[in-house]
């Protein structure tokens, strides 16, 4: 869907909730800039700067709204294949309050529901039954592209599911949920060897449709802030295979000491009938501890390890620290299959003048080698930013990143952003706004 298809569909349906009476309306409007040097040939580069406009809006009357958010970017400099382009990535209607426990949103839109992550065309209808203890969450519609396109065929990529969550337990979350999702890929004209001549004859393919199936169920149990403890089992169905299982704890020994620990087993998230099912996932194992000191509210020591287990291979991981609330520096390593690392970094952020300029720093250094038979190399990068607020409407970021290492001797990146907040109620007798 391209984008003169796109704004009309805005227009015409804000303007539906629009001239229905009072309407509050308010959003975000967001232009940014990134640009940096690429070299494609050793001594020869281009400068590429690309522009990026972003819009949220919303509007709303008493329980109806409209929510939308799409994205325009094109190139000021350079090339990348495409002028620019217009991608939608929300844009849907919402009645709430059904009935005092329930609501409804149809359009395009996000799904977060357990297992079920993603976005589709269609419907997601969420209840509150027993006192707000238990949250039930339903949607279908059809998977939404990576392109943020409108799907040619539905049935082709049709995408439901559901959750389930209870806190009817003191300190507790349960969870279950369930989503399928199918993906449409293009037919297409190859060569095939239709005899034993083995003469190359065309041939149409119609790819089956990419799918996954996928079950969880996790809880989360947290006992006055002093012992948490959180687990989640996740189900491939389609592939018939445990696709994810995590389990983790965090103890406040005294009112200084914290310790933690986490255990993960996942496979890689593949498709079922796309082409990567055809090779062999091999699952990953880690387990890792964690142990907080404070020495003052806004001075924390913390040192995490984990140990990571491949299929025939091990690798181990650390991480040392100090967080004073402005600033954190840590000192990170790891070893085995994934490679040698060590590294050092800090990184600062300080509000001034009561919050109206708030300017980061930061800068890393690392020594690394992929395997024990390569040469060390060493990376530098260093980050100097600054948000400014003048105004509760008004915001613009600007950072620079630059570093250097074995393959550039250097590398500089800037992106700036500039925000505006707005909000507004209309009637059809006066206006009232806040800018």
Known sequence: MNGSRLLPLVVLLTACVATSGAQYVSGRVSTAFYGWEQFDTVGVSQQRVRAYQTAQLTVSQGDLSLTTFLQGSTNLAGSFGDAGRVRLYNLYLSWLNIG????????????????????????????????????????????????????????????????????????????????????????????????????????YVEPYEDAEELASADARYDHHGRFSVYGRFDVDILNARTARAQGGARVQLTDRIA??????????????????????????????????????????AFGRVAAVSYTDEKSTRWTVGLNTGYATVAYAGSNGYAGELTSISAQASYPLFGKVIIPTAGISYASYRLSKESTKDNALGVILGAAVRPTAAISCDVQGQWLTNKLMQRDLRVQARFSYWFAHRFSRTNVEGRQ
């Open 259 to 300: 310790v933690s620990a986490e255990y993960i087993h996942r496979l890689p998230r593949v498709m079922y009938n796309s082409i990567f099912s055809a090779f062999v996932s091999n699952a990953v194992d880690e387990i890792e501890g964690g142990v907080e000191y404070g020495f003052t509210p806004m001075l924390r």
């Open 100 to 203: 005092k426990v329930a609501e409804v949103h149809l359009g395009r839109q996000s799904v977060y529901a357990g297992v079920g992550v993603g976005s589709l065309d269609g419907l997601v209808a969420r209840a509150r039954l027993l006192n707000n203890t238990l949250t039930i969450t339903g949607y279908g519609g059809a998977a939404v592209g990576p392109e943020f396109t409108m799907p040619s065929k539905f049935s082709a990529n049709a995408m439901y599911g559901g959750q389930v969550v209870t806190t009817a337990l003191p300190g507790a979350r349960i969870g279950l949920s369930y989503m399928k999702r199918q993906e449409e890929r293009d037919p297409y004209w190859t060569l095939r060897a239709r005899d034993t001549s083995f003469t190359p004859t065309p041939f």
